[in-house]
């Protein structure tokens, strides 16, 4: 049973992170964005807050069902997005 949840919030969380840069392609009119990230142990709300710094995007969330999440480690990655219009 507590397996089957720890899965459940898993795959919530990879959800939450492919859907994250979404918003990007649909607002962004330059040709390209990065984000660089370095967290350990950081909760979601963190992960969120590094993210704005860098691209300036605001999110909208429960902090209720983000409380419970698995925390993020993420060392030395990069994402690049671009946008072709």
Known sequence: MQKKRARE????FLCIISLLFTP???ASQSNAMRVSLDLKSATVKE???AVKVQTGLNFIYS???V???PLVSL???IVSLS???
């Open 9 to 12: 919030r898993i795959i919530m």
């Open 24 to 26: 990007v392609l649909a």
């Open 47 to 49: 992960f969120f807050d």
């Open 63 to 65: 902090t209720e069902q």
């Open 67 to 69: 409380k419970n999440m």
């Open 75 to 77: 060392f030395r990655a």
């Open 83 to 85: 946008v072709r219009c």
